[in-house]
């Protein structure tokens, strides 16, 4: 690991200006995923701004009649809340899928939203990446491509985007509220938040340098049936080979998000628009370029969204 110096921050226009100050800076607060990137020597920030003492650790009702959570909510405690167990299940479900209890007791909501890859070549530095470095190329064109992206990708990047929270707030319609520089505040949908590969992977989300997460944004409850189905290799602590986020009444297709797909999480509105199962799916999927690794994520997708759709009318009855 590099040297690095450390600071600690106690307000949210503390953190924007010490990360003015210092190109380059990243904000911490759980680091469950940084710490790793750090020892491995794909991330070498020269330096770290804490932000665990800025006090967003709330879940707020909204006069909308929705939730605001603050950005440090952490992953337990936003799964565990009665109100989103009771009234955004898919994002309780979601979160619950995702890592072990000890990450989930560690992992903000913010951290969530910034995890990087799981992509195997991202994770081997002596492979080129885009990710890592603009420019250099992608080992994972023409390589092992088993768990890599169908849609959404590029000539210089076919990597999945691993969250599963974030694919359970993108069926929701969340908000994501962040502060940058001389504290102008901007609320960006979760839909235009991730950014797909194009020609610069290593731009992943919208924020601008030193711009600080501040709170999530749901708005008013959905209601309908809402379930979250992940399909990976191992029962736990994996990352997912597919997931499906759905919102169903009357057995209809409400909202419906996938994970594991690609670089972001993947909706389709025009798939929610009283499609039938089969036809959701040719609509989420259209364009779809696999790999012979990684054909099998379209009938997969297929058959899980089916099984949730029919579990969803199940439950309901």
């Known amino acids: 690991m590099k040297p690095f110096s450390y600071e ?15 190109p380059g800076a990243r904000f911490i607060a759980g680091g469950t ?10 991330e070498a920030p020269a330096h770290l701004i804490d932000v665990n003492r800025l006090g967003l650790d709330m879940i707020e009702p909204m006069a909308e ?20 167990r009771r009234d955004y299940a898919v994002l309780a479900r979601a979160l619950v899928s995702g890592a072990s209890g000890q990450l989930r007791n560690k992992a903000t909501t913010a951290g969530n939203l910034m995890q990087r890859t799981r992509c195997p070549y991202f994770y081997n530095t002596d492979m080129p990446c885009n990710k890592r470095r603009p420019g250099s190329g992608c080992a994972a064109i023409g390589g092992l491509t088993h768990n890599l992206a169908v849609l959404g990708v590029s000539d210089a990047c076919i990597a999945t985007h691993p969250s599963d929270m974030c694919v359970a707030l993108r069926a929701l319609d969340a908000t994501v509220e962040t502060v940058g520089a001389g504290g102008r505040t901007r609320s960006i949908p979760i839909a235009a938040f991730h950014r797909l590969p194009g020609d610069r992977p290593d731009i992943e989300t919208a924020l601008e340098p030193g711009e600080l997460i501040t709170a999530v944004t749901l708005p008013a409850p959905l ?7 992940k399909v990976r290799e191992r029962a ?23 994970g594991g797909l690609a670089a972001k999480p993947w909706r389709v509105e025009a798939a929610e628009e ?22 099998y994520k379209l009938p997969l997708a297929r058959r899980t969204l089916k099984a949730t759709l029919a579990q969803a009318t199940e439950v309901r009855s």
């Open 8 to 22: 600690r921050v106690t307000s949210p226009g503390e953190a924007v200006e010490a990360a003015a100050a210092q």
């Open 33 to 42: 995923n940084l710490l790793d990137l750090m020892k491995l020597g794909i």
């Open 65 to 84: 009649g929705g939730l605001r959570i603050g950005a440090l909510v952490r992953n337990a405690d936003l799964a565990a809340d009665r109100r989103v």
């Open 223 to 229: 209601g309908g049936v809402q379930l979250y189905r």
């Open 236 to 258: 736990s602590y994996a990352f997912a080979n597919l997931t499906v986020a759905l919102v169903a009444r009357e057995g209809q297709i409400v909202r419906l998000a996938f």
């Open 274 to 295: 009283g499609a039938e199962a089969d036809l959701a799916a040719d609509l989420a999927l259209a364009g779809a370029t696999p790999t012979e690794d990684n054909a």
